[in-house]
């Protein structure tokens, strides 16, 4: 019993959340994470579970020390994020976070490519439901864009699997030789990772979530990714260029950011920047190091957008140029806040600090000089923007002038919030303060200890002097209403006007005949279309993912015809 | 301006001073990596936005109906 993928518990849960009076409903929702995570616990190493289906030699739980490693974790930040969404978190949206964690875990447990798309897939739908479920214009819009490039993905994930197939005929999910097959399954992790340019759906998408949907987004998409990588693509030179590019690229952008949430979405790119990096290296000491690095991150980034969220919670806000002074209105979301923010910087006795140390560690070891020095940069950044930047806008200066009488506090963090953020604070003083109980769940034995003279001054002079250059220039880091462009401008606004430029050419054309019935019930399906040519129906946009869905798969399965 | 300046300077030998207690190797690079890369990082981040990548919030809807 205890040999079952631990997907099916979360998928259990969704169900009875579904079904079950909120209440009841809720208790599930806390229960499943311990549950999965009792069950992971049991699991030994070398345990699997393998699964003939219609010839496929399928492996749907496949138990070892790297995925052991995010599946404790997995679980553990799922039920925190249960935790702080108990008050907000209606149904849909507790079925689809449960839905999304487990099938994260499914991709983290699958022993073959086939149930590695599976899982992919469901996790895609999941996440962009986490996402609609908030209920906003912002976030229908995102969601989908969201879906589009998640769909993308797993198309590339699929037919790399399938070529890799008929090339090899085996659908074990191990590491890769190069193979252009190889390459389509590389990119397809590369895209859910948030590797630059594939990354834009991830800062566009998440601060559209609800608070403690951004929580659950923030946890499991991207370093489901960081594991496939892991898994199938150590060693690979272009990841370790990739993940450098990546921090550095999400901490200039996080600059730029006036959502708070959405500076903390642009650090996700960041981080995550570290792991593929590591990946990229590709030694034991460096897979420990990007698989302690998700881990801590996890944790650590959980409780920053946990406490970012109860901001938004308590006032509304979200945008640094409308908030401030907050330090006497939630002062114990500073302090919990902060404990994320010193954790995400690498300050020695926080998680941070002993999980980024092993990824520079190894780098270094391998004679990356150029790589150390420019993510050491990049962690100047992220203290710069999480524990400087963002606290100073949003907890100190003035109160900002449009704030309504009664002040910009609206309503209480509830208490279910507060505890979330207080377990995932302990959690990242507990790592940080007893690194050998943490590397010990890591995939290679680790012989490192990060507590010596020379790292612990080396860090502290690193962050104490960006301290010092942030009071210099703080004068130029005004918070305006602003957002920044990026790669997502490409689709959201070329296309656009690429057709605004065929427009004149098409309005001098004949006019059409008047539609035949046929065509009349498509136009219906496609909704009405206004006087100046736009539609006006929300059933348009589903009808074109759908077209867009058929069309994909039709190619696909007329390639997968071909011998 | 000019105290700031002054301030920072007395950190930068403090912080070397410290490195050459601990024999840090060489002397001087935790405090310039801190120092040079927070102004770096503003100063880039600043320009790049100022001059190429920021718009106004609503950028994105006037696209849509505009």
């Known amino acids: 019993m205890v040999e079952a993928p631990p997907a099916l518990v979360f998928f259990a849960g969704a169900l009875l959340v579904a079904v079950l009076p909120r209440r009841i409903g809720s208790v599930v929702l806390l229960a499943v994470p311990l549950v999965a995570l009792g069950q992971i616990t049991l699991l030994e190493p070398g345990a699997g579970l393998a699964w003939t289906f219609y010839g496929f030699e399928l492996e749907p739980l496949r138990v070892d020390r790297l995925s052991l490693a995010f599946g404790y974790v997995f679980c553990g930040v ?55 479920t908030r209920g906003t214009p912002a976030s229908g819009a995102a969601g989908l864009r969201y879906l589009y490039a998640q ?17 090899t005929g085996s659908l074990v999910f191990e590491a890769f030789a190069a193979s252009p097959a190889a390459v389509l399954v590389l990119l397809a992790f590369m895209l859910s990772a948030a590797v630059p340019p594939l990354h834009a759906w991830l800062p566009d998408a998440y601060p559209t979530a609800s608070v403690a949907g951004t929580v659950f987004l923030s946890a499991y998409t991207t370093k489901a990714a960081v594991y496939a990588l892991a898994r199938g693509f150590p060693g690979y030179e272009v990841l370790v260029w990739a993940g450098v590019v990546m921090a550095l690229y999400g901490v200039f952008y996080a600059m730029l950011a006036n959502d708070i949430r959405r500076l903390l979405a642009y650090h996700i790119v960041s981080q995550v920047g570290f792991m593929v990096a590591a990946v990229g290296i590709g030694t034991q000491e460096a897979i420990n190091g990007a698989t302690a690095h998700a881990f801590a991150h996890i944790i650590y980034k959980g409780l920053l957008l946990m406490g970012a969220g109860a901001v938004l919670y308590a006032t509304g806000r979200s945008k640094a140029s409308e908030l401030g002074g907050l330090a006497r209105l939630l002062p114990w979301t500073l302090v919990l806040y902060l404990v994320g923010a010193v954790s995400i910087s690498g300050v020695p006795l926080f998680s941070g600090f002993v999980s980024k140390e092993l990824s520079i560690a190894a780098a270094s070891l391998d004679g990356r000089a150029a790589v150390v020095v420019l993510l050491k940069i990049a962690s100047v950044g992220t203290f710069l923007s999480t524990t400087l930047k963002l606290p100073y806008a949003t907890w100190f200066g003035r109160t900002p002038a449009d704030a309504p009488p009664g002040g910009l506090q609206q309503r209480p963090v509830a208490p279910s919030m507060y505890a979330a953020m207080g377990a995932a604070a302990v959690l990242n003083l507990v790592i940080g303060l007893a690194p050998g109980a943490f590397y010990g769940l890591l995939p290679f034995t680790v012989d490192y200890d990060p507590y010596t003279l020379g790292k612990v001054v080396e860090t502290s002079q690193i962050l104490l002097f960006t301290a010092v250059g942030f009071w210099l220039l703080a004068h130029k880091l005004k918070s305006a209403p602003t957002i920044a462009l990026d790669v997502d401008w490409l689709y959201r606004v070329l296309p656009r006007r690429v057709l605004a430029g065929v427009q004149p050419v098409r309005e001098r054309l004949p006019r059409p005949a008047p539609n035949p019935s046929w065509r009349r019930g498509l136009t219906g399906l496609r909704g009405q279309v206004s006087a100046d040519g736009r539609t006006a129906s929300p059933v348009y946009p589903t009808w074109l993912l759908g077209a867009t869905i058929i069309g994909v798969s039709m190619i696909l399965l007329g390639l997968s015809l071909v011998p | 301006m000019k105290r700031g300046l002054v301030v920072a300077l007395v950190c930068l030998l403090v912080g070397i001073g410290i490195d050459l207690l601990v024999g840090a190797d060489p002397p001087g690079y935790a405090v310039t990596l801190g120092l040079a890369g927070c102004v770096g990082i503003i100063l880039i981040a600043k320009w790049l936005g100022g001059a190429w990548l920021e718009r106004p919030e609503r950028y994105y809807e006037g696209q849509r109906h505009g």
Not at chain 1, 78 to 98: C, D, K, P, Q
Not at chain 1, 152 to 159: D, F, P, R, S, V
């Open chain 1, 78 to 132: 799922g039920f925190l994020a249960g935790l702080y969404g108990l008050r907000t978190m209606g149904r849909a949206e507790r079925v689809a976070a449960l839905a999304y964690a487990g099938s994260a875990l499914a991709v983290v447990f699958a022993g073959d490519l086939l149930t590695l798309f599976v899982g992919w897939e469901l996790k895609a739908v999941g996440s962009a439901l986490v996402i609609w």
């Open chain 1, 151 to 167: 769909l993308i993905g797993g198309k590339l994930l699929l037919g790399g699997a399938l070529w890799h197939y008929a090339e």
